[in-house]
């Protein structure tokens, strides 16, 4: 009887001893150390920011008075047809900018991505009384701009077209031009600067080199 007792005792014992393991082998073991009172940022909540940085040559087109070489340019292309662009525009003050305006940058606005905009932009719309200029940019857009081009901008020289009817003013070191504009786009920071400015006075064409 004492035997069996015994026996039972012992069962019950280790059952309990057992019981205890397993509470003790479920619970999470504690730190030493107390818990921090914020959560350090893990290295996905750090966002690195980086901008690249893209130079857009153009060309600035002036309305100014007295030539309004706008104007002008849409009584040259326009005539019967209303809907001469800039792209046209262009081509013309290339064709007659004793190099000044490159074919280079003619192609690029032609094929840039966005060349629908100077396809689509109108001369008539920028006649007086408008004055300022209109940028035509390598990427194929289009701005509205305030820049003269008879004005002094230092490293800048002028000289006539090769037809006569307008002047370029432009810079002869990339160091001198114009910053005429950013824009921003998907990390991407765009700095237009233009090169040259196309403009008219009636007053002075045919006019010799001058540095300004």
């Not at 153009?58 to 070489?69: D, K, M, Q, R």
């Not at 280079?104 to 991505?113: I, M, S």
């Not at 932009?121 to 200029?133: A, I, K, M």
């Not at 237009?192 to 001058?210: G, N, S």
Request: proline share 7%; aromatic share 10%; hydrophobic share 40%.
């Amino acid at each position: 009887m004492n035997t069996r007792a015994h026996l039972i005792g012992l069962v019950v014992g280790c059952g309990l001893l057992l019981a205890l393991f397993v509470l003790l082998a479920a619970s999470p073991a504690q730190s030493a150390w107390p818990a921090p009172t914020a959560e350090r940022p893990s290295i996905g909540d750090v966002v690195i920011r980086a901008t690249t940085e893209i130079t857009v040559l153009t060309v600035n087109i002036s309305n100014e008075p007295p030539g309004y070489l706008i104007d002008h340019l849409y009584d040259q292309l326009g005539g019967d047809v209303p809907n001469a662009n800039f792209f046209e525009a262009l081509g013309y003050l290339k064709d007659h900018s004793n190099g000044v305006i490159t074919e280079e940058f003619y192609h690029a606005v032609d094929t840039a991505p966005g060349s629908e905009e100077v396809h689509l932009t109108l001369l008539r719309d920028y006649r007086r009384p408008f004055t300022g200029s209109v940028e035509i940019a390598e990427d194929g857009t289009v701005h509205t701009r305030n820049l003269p081009g008879n004005a002094t901008y230092p490293g800048f020289a002028t000289v006539p077209g090769t037809d006569g009817q307008f002047n370029l003013t432009y810079a002869q070191d990339p160091a001198d031009y114009i910053h005429t504009g950013t824009t921003s786009y998907a990390g991407m920071e765009y700095h237009y600067k233009a090169f040259a400015i196309a403009w008219r006075d009636e007053h002075a064409l045919f006019m010799p080199l001058v540095v300004r």
